[in-house]
């Protein structure tokens, strides 16, 4: 039917096998450029126009007044934007590092001596991660909770045994209301959470590692440490480094865990305001919509200046001893 | 079948002129709410109807957080606001600034003629700084002190020597505790300070700003010294279960628990106490006034035009239903028991009942009372703000990371900042 149409009227107009061969793949691929317009690049391009002005979200868009810098001057001078950063510093080293020192040597484990059990192994580890934000506020507010806390209850349980129940507090320990310890239960949640995530990463990358390495070090009378140290250790530094830049860009833009467990607070003296904390509360509390973008901008110099960091100081030489 | 293109353009033109002609006759607005006000809403619109059979009300219903950013997006953008919108206390100076929702003291509304009905204070809170009006206000929560009766008695301590002032209400308390062991006499000390920053304000004193927007807090301003004074005692006798906020898993828990002497809040409290939160405590829950003497409140909703509503005077008619119409102020108490703004509803009988959960006591009559006494309060644009700074600093003094002058100084420091 398409054959004699064409040929009974050619050149009238680009026929359909034109249309398909020419047109058609950008409407197919479309989409996903209009969401990414849409999605993507308008809103990042929109919060950088947002940075300049002076805008109270609620009273329309033709109120935005602009005001140059001064919504990056007022976050450098702000206190409370410089004590945002420091935890957010802290709280991404704090929870930044075991996750590392605990996901390299697990990966390690499951890859060398749980080969049957690696499946499931894997897949306990890597549940939180997948965990619902909303279902993991609620058991850890049961576990540190001061007064009804399980954590709590096992601590005091353990100070009443003879010898080592000194090395336990006798007090009941205040995790998400005093200031000394909500960076350290921020912490560990994160490490909780994450862990699993890094360790499949290490995981994948022992995978890659060629057995017959393992092989030849064995029949060279290698330990298992010293297979460790020298074998698998160097050639896993491309994915220690990815996993580590991975850390380093979630921990800085740590959001959720610091949220839920200070009821949106910050918690006692404010230390588990984090910067993105800072940035949602100015927006959302303040109605501060320019300052808000300014911040999200400062922080992601930081990110980037920290990255670029960490890639020079070890992702360069790592990926490099891949040559 | 060449003609059949403008059949079709016929058909529909003739379609949409039928569709036209119905909606003129019928209009539907929508209101968008949170719970439980939708279920005050869903109550009054078989009244309304018999009143504006022509009015079809859609009610849109989001949960509290989500109607409010919700309801900031379509300020916004400038699309996609209800007809109507409910806006919480909270959230009222907030979306008063810009020109987002209609000034309902101007002609056709003149809300003002209304004031003289409604407690006194709720019309302030609606009203900006340059005397526009944004928002109706609908229910109101008047300030009590909740206290265990149970606990009081069993140590020989009287309601009103309690709360016959702030330094009693401490020294009874701690009576309480000795005779209750494992209990706390307030959730948290912070509590005692919000209560005080809030009342006993001079005429022209907002909270945080005065008029000419000069910032308050400053350790020279007895309110907050004595505030944060108060609290710090509080703290530091150990009286208080460091629950932090309302609704926080510490407070909920120590509720449902049954460890808490007292607690301070608005009237609604008691439908949170006895359908989840102290379900078990019923009978021994009993009602007074605030400590010292004083008055303040605890939330209260409003109901809003935005200025992109197609539909403003039908959407002014449900609301002056929803505000002004004595039985459905009635009728909303009994739905929800949310405490009407308006004055005239207060007098119902039902006010007289005894509350079943307060063992029989006739609790409303107090709370009327109280909303009767409350203080309007001038509201600032910037009071979120600084509201979180002095949170911030009583925060420090209440763990002792700072003694009150300091802190008090620094927030001081940290407004001026913001307040330019």
Redesign the interface.
């Known amino acids: 039917m398409q054959a004699t149409l064409k040929s009974a009227k050619p050149r009238r107009k680009p026929s359909w096998s034109d249309f398909q061969r020419r047109y058609a793949p950008y409407i197919f691929i479309s989409p996903f450029f209009i969401l990414f317009f849409a999605f993507g690049l308008f809103p990042i391009l929109f919060n950088a126009f947002l940075s300049f002005h002076q805008w109270q979200p609620g009273t329309g868009l033709g109120d935005m007044k602009f005001v140059g810098l001064r919504n990056y001057t007022d976050n450098l001078t702000d206190p409370t934007f410089w004590l945002s950063l420091k935890n957010t510093a802290i709280l991404a080293l704090m929870s930044g590092l075991p996750q590392h020192l605990i996901a390299i040597p697990l990966a390690f484990a499951i890859q060398g001596g749980l080969r049957r059990m690696q499946n499931l192994v894997t897949a306990v580890y890597f549940l939180p991660y997948i965990t619902s934000i909303v279902a993991i506020s609620v058991i850890f507010f049961t576990l540190f909770s001061w007064q009804y806390g399980v954590i709590n209850s096992v601590l005091n349980a353990l100070h009443g045994l003879p010898l080592i129940g000194a090395l336990f507090p006798a007090e009941k320990i205040n995790w998400l209301g005093e200031k000394e310890y909500v960076q350290s239960a921020v912490a560990m949640v994160v490490v909780w959470r994450y862990t699993g995530w890094n360790m499949l990463l290490y995981l994948s990358g022992l995978q890659a590692i060629p057995r017959e390495l393992y092989e030849a070090a064995s029949v060279d009378g290698a330990t298992r440490a010293q297979q460790f140290r020298y074998i698998t250790l160097p050639l896993l530094r491309p994915i220690m480094f990815i996993a580590v830049t991975l850390s380093l860009i979630g921990g800085l833009q740590l959001f959720e865990e610091p949220f839920i467990l200070t009821n949106g607070s910050g918690g006692a003296g404010q230390a588990g305001l984090t910067t993105v904390m800072y940035m949602y509360r100015t927006y959302a509390s303040y109605s501060d919509a320019g300052v808000a973008a300014a911040m999200s901008w400062l922080l992601f110099i930081v990110i980037g200046v920290l990255t670029l960091v960490n890639n020079r100081a070890f992702g360069r030489s790592g990926l490099a001893g891949r040559d | 079948m060449r003609n059949l293109p403008r059949l079709t353009l016929a058909l529909s033109i003739a379609l949409t002129a039928a569709l036209g002609s119905a909606s003129a006759q019928k209009t539907t607005i929508t209101v968008g709410v949170f719970p439980d006000l939708d279920s005050v809403v869903k109550a009054a619109l078989p009244g309304f109807n018999k009143l504006y059979p022509n009015i079809t009300v859609k009610i849109n219903s989001l949960a509290y957080a989500d109607h409010h ?1 919700a ?3 379509a ?4 699309k996609g606001a209800s007809d109507v919108v409910a806006v919480d206390f909270g959230y009222v100076a ?2 008063a ?4 929702l209609v000034d309902i003291s101007k002609a056709p509304y003149n809300a003002g003629q209304f004031r003289s009905q409604f407690i006194a204070y709720t019309y302030p809170q609606a009203m900006t700084q340059d005397g526009r009006m944004v928002g109706m206000p609908t229910d109101i929560g008047p300030g009590a002190m909740f206290y265990r009766s149970d606990m009081l008695k069993k140590a020989g301590v009287s309601p009103a020597a309690m709360n016959a002032s702030w330094e009693s209400y401490i020294s009874n308390g701690k009576k309480v505790l000795a005779a209750n062991p494992g209990t706390f006499l307030i959730p948290d000390a912070g509590e005692a300070a919000q209560i005080i920053i809030r009342t006993g304000l001079k005429s022209g004193e907002g909270l945080y700003f005065d008029k000419n927007n000069n910032v308050l807090v400053d350790p020279a301003n007895p309110r907050y010294v004595r505030a944060f004074t108060i609290a710090k005692q509080i703290r530091d006798a150990k009286l208080d ?2 629950a ?2 309302a609704f ?3 407070w909920t ?2 509720f449902q ?1 049954g ?1 808490l002497a007292t607690e301070f809040s608005g009237a609604w409290l008691v439908g949170h106490m006895q359908n989840w939160l102290a379900k078990d405590f019923s009978g021994k829950w009993a009602s007074q006034q605030l400590p010292g003497n004083t008055y303040a409140s605890w939330g209260g909703s409003f109901y809003a035009i935005p200025q992109q509503s197609q539909h403003k005077t039908e959407a002014w008619a449900l609301i002056k239903y929803l505000t002004t119409n004595k039985d459905q102020q009635v009728l909303a108490f009994k739905t929800t028991g949310a405490f009407p703004a308006l004055r005239a509803a207060g007098n119902d009988p039902v006010f007289n009942e005894g509350v079943p959960y307060l063992n029989g006591q006739k609790a409303r009559v107090l709370w009327r009372q109280a909303a009767l006494k409350i203080q309007p309060l001038d509201v600032n644009k910037l009071d ?2 600084a509201e ?1 700074i002095v ?2 600093a009583l ?2 003094v209440l ?1 002792g ?1 700072k003694d009150i002058t300091t802190a008090l100084t620094d927030a001081k420091n ?1 407004i001026a ?1 913001r307040a330019r």
């Open positions: 950013t309801l900031t997006t300020l916004s953008t400038g907030r979306f600034e810009g020109n987002g279960a460091r932090g906020s926080s898993p510490e828990t120590a628990k460890n979120p703000i979180q949170n911030d925060s420090s763990d990371s940290l900042r």
